[in-house]
């Protein structure tokens, strides 16, 4: 029995503490879609109802909440960091990186909504009352928030703490794994595991939903090029089971070489459809509308950011069913898109990665929404408002947009060819990225499981769209992406805290009293070093070092017509002592020295590499000054030693005063 087990476990790499739970999820979904559809489309209905009416501010303020941490990351000392060791060089050459970035960005989503999303709120403008060219400023504006920089922040959040962790801690690349810093040791208990759960549950019905999308997308490509005469729910479901067939294959077969090369090539595709859609079209005007649609959108970046019409309550019916809806999709791909960009940073700084990861595909992003949605504006406003008559059908408006296009024919089947590229490497990369995931951040898999993978994938699509169609999809994402939120948040907090503590280790210098250490008294040093360093130690510091140097100085400085006093105390709780200059309406010289008491992690109590530390609290000599400043441990300064680091800060002092401009600071208010 023990030997089958054994047998069992080599068989596959799935962490059954993260794949059980989260198939239990899924095959909930799938029997209540199958056995009790219209059931389960109400309860999905009604569980995005409350989850966009009572939660609905949540999205909103989480995801701009991820835009102001990137940004404040970057400008601070914290973005010197390095993804990775401090002398490791980016994996990637600059531009390369720009290139994988921008194909980051693309994806079904941009030839699903390219056209659809701006016809739409063009159609259906927000207010009324506008003028034409008022509702198609206003609809860019809106489709720019969503595919702007908040999408990529959401992204960029959890693909920065995947990236840090990883290349800087050296952990598997698991969501968990950020965690660390809060949950220490009990990152691979309950708490670790339900987040990868999560994680895992919001990573599947995310790629669900976009394969969907693609679906439903090319249903009606298949339909305008004459290879089908109607788009119906069984010509759906052909669509999947084919091209995740293919999919799988790719999956299993390890030729990532040439799924690279499909990338590459489908990224071309797509780069000359936008640029033929550009030429063709009204050219000068798409690229005025380009200049004042971003404009539009940075002037106006601050009041979308935090808009949830709580005094406009007629549209709250559009905010839910749009930015919900799309913030919810961007955090159902963030461990899909993150883990991606993660894996390409290695080497960079926290400031490069957020630039790049801000910056290039949002630019990219808002490039082609103005080529598709200006271009498809103005073909709607030259033809009578054909396309706003069919804003309801969405995943049709591409194709009928390039008939009013030169060689429609020829871009409309690019366009299948593009989308049909798209889903497959999308469903090859999602298997791939849900394997690591449910593998606790493996890297190879047995090929059953990637077939095991693709078939959950493409069940959950068919059954989702026989169920509840489009909103069946977006209902369940919205679920999963709740609970991920709110595990992004504190993420933030988890990797603020890794960065302060890397800064704070990595940029510790040595103590300023080694600077006068030589091979003389080296034994007395290592002897000072093992001896611990507790209440005693330091009052003996204090009585036979500190005053004697002290005392010795101040006689001395004497004979050049300076006065200087000493003031201890030895048998206080916390041992000091002082020497002072007093100086007339100035602030006084003042070098001192007090003992910090310092509580000791119980790693450094418990390590019998560290005899000088066997207590939690340790008691060390600091010195101090008079005008604030941060003092520095002393303990293992010898009398002459302390006696040239008291003349090194007044020789400090007495520059400083004779310079004008610091009298200001340097003067002493009276009472």
């Not at 060089?89 to 079904?108: D, V």
């Not at 506008?130 to 400023?137: G, I, T, V, Y």
Request: hydrophobic letters at 50%; aromatic letters at 14%.
């Amino acid at each position: 029995m023990r030997n089958r087990l054994e047998r069992l476990r080599s068989l596959t790499t799935f962490n059954t503490w993260i794949t059980i739970p989260g198939l239990l999820i899924i095959a909930a979904v799938v029997i209540g879609c199958a056995c009790f559809p219209a059931t389960t489309g109400a309860y999905l209905d009604a569980a995005k109802q409350w989850i966009t009416t009572s939660w609905g501010w949540l999205f909103i303020l989480g995801v701009s909440f991820f835009v102001i941490f990137l940004l404040v990351l970057c400008v601070s000392n914290l973005g010197s960091i390095r993804l990775g060791n401090d002398d490791e060089e980016p994996e990637y050459p600059f531009f390369s990186w720009i290139a994988m970035l921008f194909a980051a960005g693309m994806g079904i989503g941009l030839m699903y909504f390219g056209v659809a999303e701006p016809i739409s709120h063009y159609a259906m403008p927000l207010h009324e009352g506008l003028s034409a060219n008022a509702q198609a400023k206003t609809a860019m504006l809106n489709t720019f928030f969503h595919w702007g920089i908040h999408a990529w922040a959401i992204y960029g959040v959890l693909g920065l703490a995947l990236a840090y962790f990883g290349f800087r801690y050296h952990v598997l690349l698991t969501v968990r794994s950020a965690f660390y810093p809060l949950l220490r040791d009990k990152v691979n208990g309950p708490i670790g595991i339900f987040i990868d759960v999560v994680a895992l549950s919001c990573t599947i019905f995310g790629i669900t939903t976009t394969l969907g999308y693609g679906s439903m997308q090319l249903a009606s490509g298949f339909k305008e090029v004459g290879l089908i005469s109607e788009a119906h729910m069984g010509t759906l479901i052909c669509i999947i089971i084919v091209f995740m067939t293919c999919a799988i294959l790719s999956a299993i077969s390890g030729v990532s070489k040439g799924v690279r090369c499909l990338s590459e090539i489908n990224l071309g595709l797509a780069l000359f459809l936008m640029l033929f859609v550009l030429a063709v079209g009204p050219t000068i005007i798409i690229l005025n509308d380009f200049t004042e649609n971003l404009g539009a959108y940075l002037s106006n970046i601050i009041p979308l950011s935090f808009r949830t019409f709580a005094y406009d309550p007629q549209n709250e019916g559009w905010f839910t069913s749009w930015t919900v809806v799309y913030w919810a999709w961007w955090i159902s791909w963030a461990p899909f898109v993150g883990m991606f960009i993660a894996k390409i940073s290695r080497g960079r700084t926290v400031r490069e990665f957020i630039l790049g990861v801000l910056l290039v595909p949002t630019v990219f992003n808002l490039l082609w929404m103005t080529v598709f949605g200006n271009t498809a504006i103005w073909a709607d406003q030259v033809n009578g408002g054909t396309l706003s008559a069919m804003a309801s059908q969405t995943e049709a408006l591409l194709f009928t947009f390039l008939n009013y296009l030169p060689f429609s024919k020829i871009t409309s089947i690019m366009s299948i060819v593009i989308i049909t590229l798209f889903f497959v490497t999308s469903a090859d990369s999602g298997i791939f990225v849900i394997n690591g995931i449910a593998s606790s951040g493996g890297i190879k898999f047995p090929k059953w499981q990637s077939a095991f993978w693709g078939i959950v994938l493409a069940a959950l699509a068919i059954l989702l769209l026989y169920t509840g169609g489009l909103g069946a999809l977006q209902a369940t994402t919205m679920v999963m992406s709740l609970p991920f939120l709110v595990i992004l948040i504190v993420l933030c907090f988890c990797l603020l805290k890794g960065l302060v503590i890397d800064e704070d280790y990595f940029g510790r210098g040595l103590s300023a009293c080694t600077s006068y250490w030589t091979g003389s008294f080296w034994k007395d040093r290592l002897n000072s070093m093992v001896s611990h360093p507790d209440l005693n130690n330091a009052k003996q510091f204090i009585q036979e070092t500190a005053v004697p140097a002290f005392e010795e100085l101040s006689e001395e400085i004497k004979k050049y017509g300076v006065e200087a006093k000493v003031h201890y105390d030895v048998m206080g709780p916390l041992p000091r002592a002082e020497f002072v200059i007093e100086q007339p309406s100035m602030r006084n010289f003042i070098y001192g020295i007090q003992c910090e008491r310092n509580a000791v992690s119980e790693f450094a109590a418990n390590n019998d590499s560290m005899p000088q530390i066997d207590d939690n609290i340790i008691y060390i000599p600091m010195s101090y000054f008079a005008d604030g400043r941060i003092g520095y441990p002393v303990r293992y300064m010898k009398k002459d030693e302390l006696i040239i680091d008291v003349l090194r800060q007044y020789d400090r002092f007495t520059k400083l005063a004779a310079d004008k401009k610091h009298l200001l600071f340097l003067y002493e208010p009276e009472d």
